[in-house]
């Protein structure tokens, strides 16, 4: 334990820039973030400290979201809230410069159809009226509008299989995969053991890039881990050197998925997690998983 | 004989009436000259109350607008990070800033200044298929609200991060940079005829 994480707290801070946008409903149902490291300091090698080596094994494993990409559907009561509030406003609110040319040029139209019309005085007024009036201009708006044909909101209709990204695009999505630890097979965030010389965030990144067939690009957040999780061997495993092993998480976002949907990944939302990991391990992991 | 009686009353109100203006009179004298009562009447230093409040610094003019000190990345802490909120409907990018802001207060860091930075219209022309004269279709207008923190712990910050990315609107963009002088100077107006002057002088 001593180990890992007192050299994460020794290396000094990447100073970043993220850039994040959610314009719109791309292809990939991923939204997009960049990220840049814009001073590196030097990563200072600390010599090994000796001695004991830990009974535990290391672990490193990310905790890859998708993150949503369209707002949530509101509940009734939100949605009559929000109509209410809507009506409100409305009422309360002023005239807006558009709105204000609609009635100048209606009063300048009835003025114009009545007897005692004096062009000469109007223009004087105006200076030459306008050729586009502003009930023309929402005449053409209204057309434009009758041909924009907005995207489906849910495209699960058909039912997509769980491996795909585009799932539930309302809600934030985990990775999951399947991998052989000791005798069984078993779903879990995807890890990699901890090697020596190297950080635990470089771990969970090797594990998320050693995935077959997956080509995920991540943006890490921070160097330090949000949760750890730790079991004993069965006894028969157990011996001197390890006794057990210790999880790190890191929590990573999705910045560009490949759309490769192959069985043995998962994008599970935080209610379904029940399904697939152990009880122990769950109850770890649900503690950083976030619900929003 | 009632005018005589009624008359009386009179005199003695006027005399006394007369007294109090009199009274009136000299300390309205006094107030608005710079004589002063003599020091054994029993009235001097009536009035008097400025060596009762508490004593105030002397008042400085305003000095010209400094920059503050921008602050470097420490082992555990970044340093002056600027959020920046755009996007193209008002009422979302102030209501994110304000979430983002109110967050901050909640959880702790420290947020050094919340500014606006000037609305950019852009406007959209179309060019129909026939003919070559563009026209303007509509008036975009992009706001943007940054949000300074100086001291965001980096055990705090994925969690800080997180939270903000998915509470994020539609159609708003994020932007975390670290903030530079060029950064605080951009935020003033150019001013041309100084910049003449001083182009003048060398």
């Known amino acids: 334990m001593a180990a890992p994480c007192s050299r994460m707290a020794n290396r000094p801070l990447w100073q970043f820039i993220t850039n994040v946008r959610r314009t719109g409903l791309k ?7 960049s990220l840049s490291s814009a001073c590196r300091a030097a990563t200072q090698t600390r010599s090994k400290t000796e001695g004991v080596a830990s009974p535990w094994k290391l672990y490193g494993a990310v905790c890859l979201q998708r993150l949503p990409v369209i707002s949530q559907e509101r509940n009734p009561i939100e949605d009559q809230f929000a109509e209410l509030m809507h009506q409100m406003e409305l009422e309360r609110s002023l005239l807006s410069d558009h709105e204000q040319r609609l ?39 209204e057309q434009k509008l009758k041909h924009f044909q907005p995207a489906l909101r849910d495209r699960d209709v058909g039912g997509t299989p769980l491996g795909s990204v585009e799932r539930c695009l309302g809600d934030s999505l985990v990775l999951l995969v399947q991998q052989t630890v000791g005798k069984e097979t078993i779903w879990l965030l ?32 921070g160097n330090t881990p949000c949760g750890v999780y730790r079991y ?18 890191f929590k990573a976002f999705l910045s560009a998925g490949s759309a490769s949907q192959k069985e043995p990944f998962l994008w599970v939302k935080k209610t379904e997690l029940q399904g697939y990991l152990k009880p122990p391990y769950l109850e770890k992991v649900d503690r950083f998983i976030l619900n929003l | 004989m009632i005018d005589c009686l009624s008359s009386i009353p009179l005199q003695a109100s006027f005399a006394l009436h007369s007294r109090v203006l009199d009274q009136a009179g000299l300390l309205f004298r006094l107030a608005f000259s710079n004589e002063r009562q003599y020091r054994t009447m029993p009235t001097h ?45 008002m009422i979302l990018v102030e209501h994110y800033s304000q979430y983002i802001h109110n967050l901050c207060n909640r959880l702790g860091v420290k947020v050094a200044e919340s500014y606006a930075l000037p609305t950019k219209s852009t406007e959209v022309m179309v060019m129909p ?64 005829e100084l910049e003449g002057l001083m182009a003048q002088m060398t």
Not at chain 1, 27 to 33: E, F, K, N, S, Y
Not at chain 1, 115 to 132: H, R, V
Not at chain 1, 232 to 249: I, L, S, W, Y
Not at chain 2, 180 to 192: I, N, S
Request: hydrophobic share 30%; glycine share 6%; with cysteine.
């Open chain 1, 103 to 141: 009635l100048e040029d209606s009063e300048r139209m009835t003025r114009k159809q009545a007897d005692n019309y004096d062009s000469d005085e109007e223009e004087a007024d105006y200076g030459g009226q306008e050729t586009i009036t502003a009930q023309d201009q929402e005449d053409s708006w």
């Open chain 1, 232 to 249: 004993k061997f069965p006894k028969e495993v157990q011996t001197e050197c390890c006794v057990g092993a210790k999880v790190f998480f």
């Open chain 2, 45 to 89: 230093g009536i009035g008097k109350y400025k060596h009762l409040l508490p004593k105030e610094a002397p008042k400085k003019k305003k000095e010209r607008q400094q920059m503050k000190q921008i602050k470097t990345a420490t082992d555990a802490e970044y340093g002056t990070l600027n959020v920046k909120v755009s996007g193209y409907d």
């Open chain 1, 190 to 221: 995807p890890q990699a053991q901890w090697e020596a010389g190297e950080t635990l965030r470089q771990t969970a990144e090797r594990g998320l890039n050693s995935l077959p067939e997956a080509d995920f690009k991540a943006t890490f957040l």
């Open chain 2, 129 to 192: 298929e026939q003919g070559t004269k563009m026209y303007v279709d509509a008036i975009l207008k992009t706001h943007e609200r940054i949000v300074q923190l100086s001291q965001l712990n980096a055990t705090l910050c994925p969690t800080f991060m997180e939270v903000l990315l998915k509470n994020q609107p539609e159609g708003i963009q994020l932007s975390v940079k670290l903030h530079t002088e060029a950064d605080y100077q951009a935020r003033f107006k150019a001013r041309p």
């Open chain 1, 27 to 33: 292809h990939t149902g991923v939204r997009q973030i």
